[in-house]
């Protein structure tokens, strides 16, 4: 009897969830599921193709009419794509788009996408400043939608209501696009920025800036592979030391020269903060469990991670190797899937609901956008629980220099016992957008190498990054 009141106790407690309406919403309802008669007007149209190597020829010499260009460019690109992956959501089975988190991306998607497709033109830097403020709201209002797409791929695995493969397929463009609206978005606002610094500070006559060739744009940096690996390490490593406070730490050896490139700071390191903690976590466990009750254990040290950087013309591989014990082969290709067994599933679920700071709201907040009224810009408050790792989940999106350590900062203090399940995944995902690989092969008993290459931004034609829509 007691089973069964857990049980109920269980349903009532998400009972809100569980609902495949949601009281209050505009958008979804039992009158009609799907509001698609301005929708499909929008998704008719295509999303117009997009290199990052465009956006580098556009943002050599800014001039007040390229800004304002720029700006129309994205308040009509961004309701094209966004009624893109809308439509895409509507094409799925009923029985997923029910599900409460990807109830939750559908609306908020759908707010986006009519906030966007309200704006009107663009015609002087001053409404540019109003949009770009605007930009920023959304990109900061959407910080949700990661969380609730991770949490959703969990809840589709515990039902068994998609197979993995299309689960994966789902998941990988949603992410995709989501990088692509994003990286667009951010390098408005970036060459936005930059261009009126330097217009206020010459009062109307820009002064021209000498730019690297390879040039990308304000969204993205120089990195130093050396530096952005220790950073990595040395946030990882501190909160792993908390965990072992008596044992010394597993050392990161670096094989090869430093490289300089420029990238998505953010992007960089996410994949390598994950790898890295991957690494690190399996070796001291492994230590452990092959040392604990020896009478010299204390004196041990466990083995370091090796990492070893291997530097061409256009890219660049990473090596991580670790003797943190491997995994049967036979287990290696679901590490790649967002697709989890229902058992495994739930844990990592029970995980996201226990993570300090992640409150997720009972329902996005439903809001009829009514922007540039008269040209004055509502200003949207974001919801106050929305605060702690919910944020910071959704900084390794961020690409302004400003943020860039936020991502590092929340993936250290994340706790390790705190398994999502969607950390490789998620790393793939970013690894093949910018058109490299992460792959690993690994020896069970032993250990494991995760080989990672990236190619170098900006130095030869690149397939459409940005046309991912």
């Not at 993995?164 to 970036?190: C, G, K, P, Y």
Request: hydrophobic share 35%.
């Amino acid at each position: 009897m007691s089973g069964r009141r857990l049980l109920l106790e269980e349903l009532n407690s998400n009972i809100n969830r569980l609902q495949p309406f949601h009281p209050g919403s505009l958008i979804l309802n039992e009158q009609h599921f799907y509001q698609n008669s301005i929708l499909l007007n929008w998704s008719k149209k295509d999303a117009h193709p997009v290199t990052l190597r465009h956006l580098a020829n556009f943002g050599k010499k800014m001039t007040p009419e390229k800004i304002i260009a720029s700006a129309n460019f994205v308040r009509t690109e961004l309701p094209i794509r966004l009624s893109l992956k809308i439509h895409e959501l509507q094409k799925l089975p009923y029985k997923v788009m029910s599900n409460y988190h990807l109830n939750q991306v559908y609306q908020s998607y759908y707010h986006c996408f009519n906030a966007f497709r309200k704006v009107e033109k663009i015609q002087t830097l001053e409404e540019n400043d109003d949009f770009c403020e605007f930009v920023v709201n959304m990109l900061d209002d959407h910080l949700i939608v990661l969380p609730h797409l991770m949490m959703g791929a969990l809840e589709v695995s515990i039902l068994k209501i998609m197979s993995q493969s299309d689960l994966d397929e789902f998941m990988s463009s949603m992410v995709r696009s989501r990088i692509s609206r994003r990286v667009i978005m951010n390098q408005h606002i970036s060459m936005s920025k930059t261009f009126m610094e330097s217009y206020k500070l010459h009062k109307g006559d820009v002064k021209e800036e000498i730019k690297p060739p390879d040039y990308i744009g304000e969204a993205f940096q120089y990195v130093s592979a050396h530096e952005q690996l220790n950073m990595s390490y040395n946030m990882i490593i501190t909160f792993l030391q908390s965990l072992y406070p008596n044992l010394p730490m597993p050392q990161m050896i670096i094989n090869g020269e430093d490289v300089k490139f420029q990238f998505m700071t953010n992007h960089l390191s996410y994949i390598f903060t994950e790898v890295l903690r991957n690494a690190l976590k399996s070796t001291i466990e492994q230590f452990v469990k092959l040392n604990k009750g020896k009478p010299d254990f204390n004196k041990l040290k466990p083995p370091p991670v090796i990492v070893s950087i291997t530097n061409t013309k256009y890219e660049m591989t990473l090596k991580f190797s670790d003797q943190g014990g491997g995994m049967p082969v036979e287990k290696l290709e679901a590490i790649w899937s967002f697709g989890r067994n229902p058992e495994i599933a739930k844990k990592y679920l029970d995980h996201f609901h226990e993570l300090p700071g992640l409150d997720l709201p009972t329902r996005l907040p439903i809001i009829e956008h009514q922007y540039f009224q008269k040209r004055q810009v509502h200003k949207m408050k974001r919801p106050e629980k929305l605060a702690g790792v919910l944020d910071n989940i959704g900084q390794m999106e961020m690409s302004s220099s400003q943020n860039q350590n936020s991502m590092l900062k929340s993936l250290a203090s994340r706790p390790f016992e705190y398994t999502l399940g969607v950390s490789l995944p998620m790393c793939k995902i970013y690894t093949d957008y910018w058109n490299g690989v992460l792959e690993m092969c690994t020896v069970e008993g032993y250990g494991s190498d995760v080989f990672l290459k990236l190619e170098k931004l900006g130095n030869r034609n690149e397939r459409l990054q940005l046309d991912k829509a």
